[in-house]
């Protein structure tokens, strides 16, 4: 199992950017994705899951009306649209997968939100 994040970076509060998550070595198509971050000093925080399909989103309180996560199963990749950001979104940003009762986590990627 291999998960790539990319698309973080330096953005103004406000401002909007999307994540990927390109995905290999499982079947991308029959798993729920999940997109978690972690803030400088704190814990892990779930940010959103997405069902195999696309069909059903959950998000966290901190992001809903925000973020979208989304996927496309033909080019086994997982996206998450990141609009009005907050300083207090500045994290490292991970997608992971659970298959067979083992967690997956990719390298992360650093969304900063400052002015």
């Known amino acids: 199992v291999q998960l790539v994040e990319s698309g973080g970076g330096l953005v103004q509060p406000g401002g909007s950017l999307r994540l990927s998550c390109a995905a290999s070595?499982?079947?991308?198509?029959?798993?729920?994705m999940s997109w978690v971050r972690q803030a400088p000093g704190k814990g892990l925080e779930w940010v959103s899951d997405?069902?195999?399909?696309?069909?059903?989103?959950y998000y966290a309180d901190s992001v809903k009306g925000r973020f979208t996560i989304s996927r496309d199963n033909a080019k086994n990749t997982l996206y998450l649209q990141m609009n009005s950001l907050k300083p207090e979104d500045t994290a490292i940003y991970y997608c992971?997968?659970?298959?067979?009762?083992?967690?997956?986590w990719g390298q992360g990627t650093q969304v900063t939100v400052s002015s």
């Open positions: 997405i069902n195999s399909g696309g069909g059903a989103t």
């Open positions: 992971k997968v659970q298959v067979d009762l083992l967690a997956f």
């Open positions: 070595g499982f079947t991308f198509s029959s798993y729920y």
